[in-house]
């Protein structure tokens, strides 16, 4: 499919009482279309995903047409959102432990290619932590430094290891057996099957590379 089609596919499934920040709605992407404004009606269709729970193939579709638009960053953000419909997301306030307290020295990717291990309460049949590893994602941050503060996206590997996750719960983040940092929860919202219909988790920011391998840690 052509990314006109896409694009035109993917409007058809944004309701026409959702609109951005700015009040545009899908209207506007229409008018967007009509002139091959491309990567506006893309950008303002995003927009629009953010602002309201959407199905899982609005993000197959625009990541597919950002991807024949070579927009890295779009694809990165469509691709990773499908990941959040289909595993869940939760978002948390994170700060990580300072170089001098933890292993690693240098800073983490915002956009997901990260994997760490989190203590979220579990142990194992012989009484020892048991981790759950989930993907992350920096809001509003191409990294985040040792010692860092922001708010983040957890893609968990297994959703059914965090379904007694709850908004006010401290987690803590693991790269190896020492504490990498610490963790509040802000949002929880389950798989797609399981998610209440609503309003879409909240973000700041997005952009980069999603989950592609259940891997604990990357550098």
């Known amino acids: 499919m052509?990314?006109?089609?896409l694009l035109?596919?993917?409007?058809?499934?944004?309701?026409?009482?959702?609109?951005t920040e700015n009040d545009l709605t899908v209207r506007d992407i229409w008018d967007?279309?009509?002139?091959?404004?491309?990567?506006?009606a893309l950008g303002l269709l995003e927009e629009l995903g953010d602002a309201r729970s959407l199905p899982l193939t609005f993000w197959e579709q625009l990541a597919?047409?950002?991807e024949q638009l070579r927009l890295e960053r779009?694809?990165?953000w469509c691709h990773w959102r499908c990941a959040e419909i289909r595993n869940g997301v939760i978002r948390a306030d994170?700060?990580?432990?300072?170089?001098?307290?933890?292993?690693?020295?240098?800073?983490i990717s915002g956009a997901?290619?990260?994997?760490?291990?989190?203590?979220?309460g579990h142990l194992s049949p012989t009484g020892e932590r048991a981790v759950s590893i989930a993907a992350l994602w920096v809001e509003g941050?191409?990294?985040l430094q040792p010692g860092g503060r922001a708010t983040v996206r957890l893609v968990p590997l297994t959703p059914s290891h965090w379904t007694h996750v709850q908004p006010g719960r401290r987690i803590t983040m693991h790269e190896d057996r020492t504490a990498a940092g610490t963790a509040v929860v802000l949002e929880v919202h389950g798989p797609a099957a399981t998610a209440r219909p609503g309003r879409s988790p909240s973000r700041s920011s997005h952009r980069e590379q999603p989950p592609r391998q259940d891997r604990a840690t990357g550098q």
């Open 2 to 5: 052509d990314v006109v089609r």
């Open 141 to 143: 941050m191409p990294t």
């Open 94 to 107: 994170l700060t990580l432990r300072p170089a001098a307290e933890a292993r690693r020295t240098t800073p």
């Open 74 to 76: 779009s694809a990165a």
């Open 112 to 120: 997901g290619v990260l994997r760490p291990m989190w203590d979220i």
């Open 64 to 66: 597919e047409a950002a």
């Open 8 to 19: 035109e596919s993917a409007s058809l499934l944004v309701p026409e009482d959702i609109a």
């Open 32 to 40: 967007h279309l009509a002139h091959d404004e491309w990567e506006i």
